[in-house]
């Protein structure tokens, strides 16, 4: 496992379409490993394959119910609304309010390539959403209703 660069803000690779991974191989699996060691690393809660500069369908989410891991993820359900303030560990130091569901179903494949789902709500509905955002090249603060940057008001 190692530990890969996190790619910040004006970096174009984070407005780019990430490509669906059509076969799980071991370039895959070490991708994973080093992205859930990276975020760990980084005290985030959620990780996209783009923010380590791989154009690739894949997720990784811990929002401290253990580790999650996401290929070629799908919102397939989304119900209510919540007021959410996020941060991103691309976008250093700034934060900012999205609306976001309360609840999604995501549909995913797992390391083994069995597609699964699984029920977010709260915090674990907003870190899918935002996660899935970055696959398809938008940032949180595309979407934000304010943005704080830090030290400032
Ligand atoms: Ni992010």
Known sequence: MAIRTIRKDTDEILRKTARKVEKIDERII??????????RDAQGV?????????????VVID???????LINPIIVYESGEQMSEEGCLSIPGK???????QKV???AQNRKGETFEIVGEDLLAVALCHEID?????????????????GRD
């Open 30 to 39: 070490t991708l994973l490993e080093d992205m859930a060691e990276t975020m």
């Open 46 to 58: 959620g990780l996209a394959a783009p923010q380590v500069g791989v154009l690739r369908r894949v």
């Open 63 to 69: 929002v401290g119910e253990g580790l999650i891991e």
């Open 95 to 101: 934060s900012g309010v999205v609306k976001r569901p």
């Open 105 to 107: 179903i995501a549909r």
């Open 134 to 150: 970055h696959l398809n090249g938008i940032l949180f603060t595309d979407k934000a209703i304010t943005i704080k940057e830090q």
